[in-house]
């Protein structure tokens, strides 16, 4: 019998599905529409085990709703601007262009190995003039709308990618890419007013249904919607300084207060300018980011002031004022008060400078407290603060002390919200220019959109440090409607360009503007979206308030979430290897000889570390196209959606890879024996077995499909091959057999597709393909279990026929030697019987 030759039929159908434009989007609006949309990958060279994952498990979905009759939409398209091309093309001393248009094809040949049922025909870049001209006009048309806005700030610098970062791009104090720790930098910047939409943003979250609620947990946390109060504490100085206004959650914690602290921009600093101490202190706080996360990360520092603040609710409690580089301008009014025996940060810069530590909360009325090593940051009772205590805390006190500062007119009940308004710019040269120049009283001027887009002048390569486009004059000098301009030479940051590529699908050769509105009403929203969970604030909340801030002022659309339906899958995971120099090892260098891994070159044993997520800097990845090249794409396909739950991580093995590659052998062998049988022509068989093994099949793979449940599906084949290797051989007629295992290929097809395809050729199956329905007359079962009781104890379960009568029961009861021993010598007083279900007898 012949093997199976992975590599002539996926080629044959690969070369197939590209030549008919078999993917490509029908264009009868008329049908049901499904827009199933993957992650927008970044062309970095090649493609990765998590694209595979990613793109299979969005694959599956599309070929079974094409199949179903949706008009389904399936596009692709290179996330293509950014700072990693821009680094590399330093390094091979090239231009991005041509480094990101090289990568692109290598990747898009690789994602056609994969079969993936994607519409070429749609594809788009964010590097080209051709898309970034209309992410361009949506630029000016939110800065029209008050939307954009230019304001000189503290940002997070990266020293290392010489660059702005926003605060979603900070992780744990350090660059997203770079890793460098960040640091804090003033600058002129853009920015989005995506806090006017945080209200919205918030709310219309409960409305995602189809969203994972961790993420829904996570964009909410971000927003950060929170009630307090706005404070005004009268100071008490020589200055001219009357008083300084903080925002706060816990008013109800004044009593504990022991100092103020207040931004080093805070308009109190021009009385401290010239101080030298100052001077150095305010120098020292720049290399802190702007960020929660690298404020919590960095040492607390304060510099004293000669101020005194006065508790608005105890006058005799006067606390120092400080400046501290823990708080920011940006977030509240520039200053806080500490209560450091409730908060953590507060008790850490309270016990470095000698400050008081009183508390004024208590887990249990009347009973001794005090505070150590931890702040206590419970709920609980007001103690130490006069007609304040024993109110409970919060659900009491902090309505209440909001009411006395209300009526005291010291104080103003506030919501507030954590989310910032997106900073845009960014110092680099791989990038989309800004739409903007600036006239001689360096006033922004819109580029008009004659002149659009505003294309990156070209470059050679890349040798000098920071923006080059700073240094390009001739492209800089501009002249508008007669007036001499200088262009914006920042650029803006790739999250814009993801931020709406979804709509460009919908229209990608639309050149009036960047999207045609008929269109985008049609496939709009994307009913199915898949990515990792690593981009649930980034991505998916800036994508989130793009919709909001297009539809906001828009009579044409008013579509306010880009994603209907939302799935994170898991990471791919593998062991990583160290050598005894602690450098990483990749797996292609290691041989294994008795169950133990050595190093080929050396022949020496390697350190086995954790399975951790694939990544190019632990070299713990494997190459895609090698597995598909020794294995085939099907196995690969196969593998990948096997063993763990999509959304769960998957650890890669060889084992399973292969194991995947031996079953796909295994389904053509039981295809061959189904030919012979074909071809035997046998005469009509009653028998039913092959449509009741057809039937649980279409429906537990159209169930597990609907759910996500993939791996289940990959058990559902196992399950199935063996059933069906068990019986085909029993003299089916050949119209049954077509019949059925037509179904069983169609099944088959969104996972397997190249495999599907070639074994429905053989039986002269291909065009006009739909998804199996399910004749539920086979899936009723013959046989039923039926509850034994006696005097209501469930004595056993036997099975019998359908419908069994109650007289045919009462004789298996007789004939079976556990259950007769129940009746011996007992009279049935009554007898309790359900259909299909039970029998209880009464005895005494």
Same mark, same amino acid.
């Given at each position: ?837 039970? %029998?209880?007898? %009464?005895?005494?």
């Amino acid at each position: 019998m012949d093997r199976y030759n992975f590599k002539t039929v996926e080629k044959k159908w690969q070369k197939y599905w590209e030549e008919e434009k078999i993917f490509s989007t029908k264009a009868d609006k008329n049908k049901k529409k499904f827009y199933c949309l993957e992650m927008f990958p970044y062309p970095s060279g090649k493609i990765h085990m998590g694209h595979v994952r990613n793109y299979t498990i969005g694959d599956v979905l599309a070929r079974y709703k094409t199949l179903q009759g949706f008009n389904v939409l399936h596009p692709m398209g290179w996330d293509s601007f950014g700072m990693p091309a821009e680094n590399a093309a330093r390094q091979n001393k090239l231009d991005p262009k041509t480094w990101t248009e090289k990568n692109i094809l290598v990747m898009k040949s690789q994602l056609k190995k994969l079969g993936l049922s994607i519409d070429w025909d749609k594809e788009i870049s964010t590097c080209s003039p051709d898309y970034y001209r209309h992410q361009q006009e949506f630029f000016l048309e939110l800065y029209d709308k008050g939307l954009v806005y230019r304001k000189e700030s503290y940002v997070n610098w990266d020293p290392v990618d010489n660059t702005v970062l926003a605060n979603e791009q900070v992780i744990d104090g350090k660059g997203w890419r770079s890793g460098a720790i960040v640091e804090r930098k003033k600058l002129n910047q853009w920015f989005f007013k995506i806090t006017k939409f945080s209200e919205e943003l918030l709310e219309s979250l409960d409305n995602l249904k189809d969203w994972p609620n961790k993420v829904k947990v996570m964009q909410k946390n971000w927003i950060g919607k929170s009630y307090g109060c706005e404070i005004k504490f009268k100071i008490q100085t020589e200055k001219q300084i009357k008083q300084i206004e903080c925002y706060t959650t816990r008013p109800d914690t004044l009593f504990g207060m022991s100092f103020l602290a207040v931004s080093v921009d805070h308009p109190i600093a021009k009385f401290y300018t010239n101080d030298p101490e100052f001077i150095k202190f305010k120098k020292e706080c720049s290399k802190t980011g702007t960020t929660e996360e690298s404020i919590a990360a960095a040492d607390k520092l304060g510099f004293k002031t000669d101020l005194l603040a006065i508790n608005p609710l105890d006058e005799n409690i006067k606390v120092p004022v400080y400046f501290a580089n823990f708080v920011l301008m940006d977030y509240g009014l520039g200053a806080v008060f500490g209560c450091p025996a409730h908060d953590q940060r507060d008790l850490d810069f309270a016990k470095k400078y000698n400050l008081n530590v009183t508390p004024v909360v208590r887990p249990e009325k009347d009973k001794d407290f005090s505070i150590n090593e931890k702040a206590f940051t419970e709920s609980g009772y007001l103690f130490n603060s006069k007609f304040l205590n024993n109110l409970k805390v919060p659900d009491e006190s902090i309505n209440k002390t909001i009411s006395y500062l209300e009526e005291k007119n010291i104080g103003q009940r506030k919501t507030n919200f954590r989310l910032k308004d997106w900073g845009i710019s960014r110092q680099r040269y791989w990038g989309c220019p800004i739409p903007i120049a600036y006239d001689e009283q360096n006033n922004p001027v819109k580029i008009p959109k004659y002149m659009l887009p505003v294309q990156l002048p070209k470059i050679d390569q890349l040798n000098s440090v920071g923006n080059p486009l700073d240094e390009m004059l001739e492209w800089k000098n501009i002249t508008i409607e007669g007036k001499k301009c200088i262009r914006e030479t920042d650029t803006l940051d790739t999250f814009v360009d993801s931020s709406w590529y979804f709509l460009r699908f919908c229209s990608p050769h639309n050149e009036e503007y960047g999207f045609d509105t008929d269109e985008v009403k049609y496939w709009m929203p994307v009913d199915q979206y898949i990515g990792g969970v690593e981009h649930a604030i980034l991505h998916l909340l800036y994508s989130r308030f793009f919709m909001q801030a297009l539809s906001y002022q828009n009579n044409l659309i008013d579509i306010k979430e880009p994603f209907s339906g939302l799935f994170t899958q898991g990471m791919v995971c593998h062991e990583t290897y160290k050598d005894e120099n602690n450098n990483w090892v990749s797996p292609d260098e290691l041989v294994t000889k008795d169950g133990n891994k050595f190093l080929k070159s050396t022949e020496k044993p390697i350190i086995i570390g954790p399975s951790e997520s694939m990544s190019k800097s632990k070299r713990n990845t494997i190459d895609p196209e090698k597995i598909i090249n020794d294995y085939g794409a099907d196995s690969a396909r196969l593998f990948i959606l096997s063993d763990s739950p999509p959304e769960k991580d998957i650890q890669w093995s060889d084992e399973g890879i292969n194991s995947s590659y031996k079953f796909i052998q295994k389904l053509w062998a039981l295809n061959q024996k189904i030919i012979q049988e074909i071809k035997a022509n046998h005469p009509t068989n009653p028998n039913n077995d092959l449509e009741k093994i057809t039937n649980k099949f279409i429906k537990n793979i159209t169930y597990n499909i609907e759910n996500f449940s993939y791996n289940k599906i990959i058990a559902n084949f196992h399950e199935t091959y063996s059933a069906l290797n068990k019986i085909i051989l029993n003299k089916i007629d050949k119209k049954k057999i077509i019949k059925n295992y037509k179904k069983f290929l169609v099944a088959i097809s969104p996972v397997i597709p190249h495999f599907s395809n070639e074994c429905m050729e053989m039986i002269n199956v291909k065009e006009n393909l739909k998804w199996p329905e399910i004749e539920e007359k086979f899936l009723l079962e013959d046989n039923v279990k039926f509850i034994i009781q006696f005097n209501g104890k469930t004595r056993k379960i036997i099975v019998s026929k359908k419908d069994a009568t109650e007289s045919l029961l009462l004789t298996k009861i007789k004939e079976d030697a556990k259950l007769s021993k129940y009746l011996n010598k007992k009279n049935i007083k009554k007898k309790i019987f359900i259909p299909n279900k039970l %029998i209880n007898l %009464i005895t005494n």
